[in-house]
């Protein structure tokens, strides 16, 4: 698999998923290194990903509000909110997690279990990314800033679900669609149909490519006993994914159509509805490095609908 490296007792151990030769792993002070993957920095698939609905949303509004593109400051706010709430998010689950992630191949180098960061510094990390990610949220209205904070429960919420369901799948997709929802209200200072249809397809998304994702840790999740989607559908994941994708088109042309969305915003969504096919057509369960490219094409394919919807409100 694609890694970076990991010090562990002199020696050079591979971090799956890590994207080759960041910048994280390559030129960051050592002392920092640890605290930079336990925000999965040298993973950038995970902060893009927490991004896009945010984006959709923000586009969605512009569309909704004839404004010729979506609010800059807006998308850079939710950038910035986006790196260091995904970091935080990642430190806290890994503190969770810790005694589950020693047991699984993939993680059990990960900060916490190889033991290069202590419990009391990654409490102290997360709380710093906490106060970043605060910052963030006051620039908008007291209506954003309100749902921003309705996402807390959630969050801390995700990292139990796989030992108590076997879908931890559509937490995950709660928390990480709340973008969808941010956008529209950081506009509005409200909600309507649109952006609750916008929520509902980014959880189908979410649903959709994590259990992809899921199937690199399917053999090791069952030692442990950790719930996943991936394990739950077995032999007919490949549907299972399908279905998910499918419905988080069939949602997101509900908003559309409740916005009255011009041609380029439904052409953007045919290209990512394209996109999805393709990843549900190439996939191979067996294939573990195939997983990991597949899920990491969601970056993507959701630029893909976010430029779509941007043209439209352009044009």
């Known amino acids: 698999m694609l890694g970076s490296r990991f010090f562990r007792g002199g020696t050079d151990r591979p971090v799956p998923d890590a994207v080759r030769g960041h910048w994280a792993d390559r030129i960051a002070p050592l002392a920092a290194r640890p605290y930079l993957r336990l925000a999965r920095i040298e993973r950038p698939i995970g902060w893009w990903l927490l991004l896009i609905p945010c984006w959709w949303s923000a586009a969605l509004a512009a569309i909704a509000a004839d404004a010729p593109f979506p609010n800059p400051w807006h998308l850079a706010l939710f950038l910035v909110g986006a790196v260091t709430m995904r970091g935080a998010g990642s430190t806290?689950?890994?503190?969770?997690?810790?005694?589950?992630?020693?047991?699984v191949a993939r993680t059990r180098d990960r900060p916490l279990?190889?033991?290069?960061?202590?419990?009391?510094?990654?409490?102290?990390?997360?709380l710093a990314q906490c106060a970043v990610g605060l910052a963030v949220l006051l620039q908008f209205n007291l209506f954003a800033i309100a749902t921003g904070f309705a996402s807390v429960a959630i969050v801390l919420t995700y990292p139990f679900m796989k030992r108590v369901i076997w879908l931890p799948?559509?937490?995950?997709?709660?928390?990480?669609?709340w973008g969808a929802l941010m956008?529209?209200?950081?506009?509005?200072?409200?909600?309507?149909?649109?952006?609750?249809?916008?929520?509902?397809?980014?959880?189908?998304?979410?649903?959709?490519?994590?259990?992809?994702?899921?199937?690199?840790?399917?053999e090791d999740d069952e030692i442990a006993g950790i719930k996943s989607a991936a394990r739950l559908f077995g032999a007919q994941v490949r549907p299972a994914i399908g279905a998910c994708y499918a419905l988080a088109v069939i949602l997101i042309a509900g908003?559309?159509?409740t916005i009255g969305a011009g041609a380029i915003a439904w052409l953007g969504l045919?290209?990512?509805?394209?996109?999805?096919?393709?990843?549900?057509?190439?996939?191979?369960?067996?294939?573990?490095?195939r997983s990991l490219k597949l899920f990491r094409a969601n970056r993507d394919a959701g630029l893909i609908l976010f430029l779509g919807l941007c043209l439209d409100a352009l044009l």
Do not use: C, E, M
Not at 94 to 103: F, G, K, T, Y
């Open 183 to 218: 956008g529209w209200a950081a506009a509005f200072g409200s909600l309507s149909l649109a952006p609750i249809l916008l929520y509902a397809a980014a959880i189908a998304w979410v649903v959709g490519y994590d259990t992809i994702y899921a199937l690199q840790d399917i």
């Open 270 to 289: 045919a290209a990512f509805a394209a996109h999805l096919a393709w990843q549900v057509a190439t996939l191979d369960a067996a294939d573990g490095a």
């Open 255 to 257: 908003a559309l159509a």
């Open 113 to 126: 279990p190889s033991g290069r960061v202590s419990l009391k510094g990654a409490w102290a990390f997360v």
């Open 169 to 177: 799948q559509i937490v995950l997709g709660f928390a990480f669609s």
């Open 92 to 103: 806290y689950n890994d503190i969770v997690d810790r005694d589950l992630d020693a047991r």
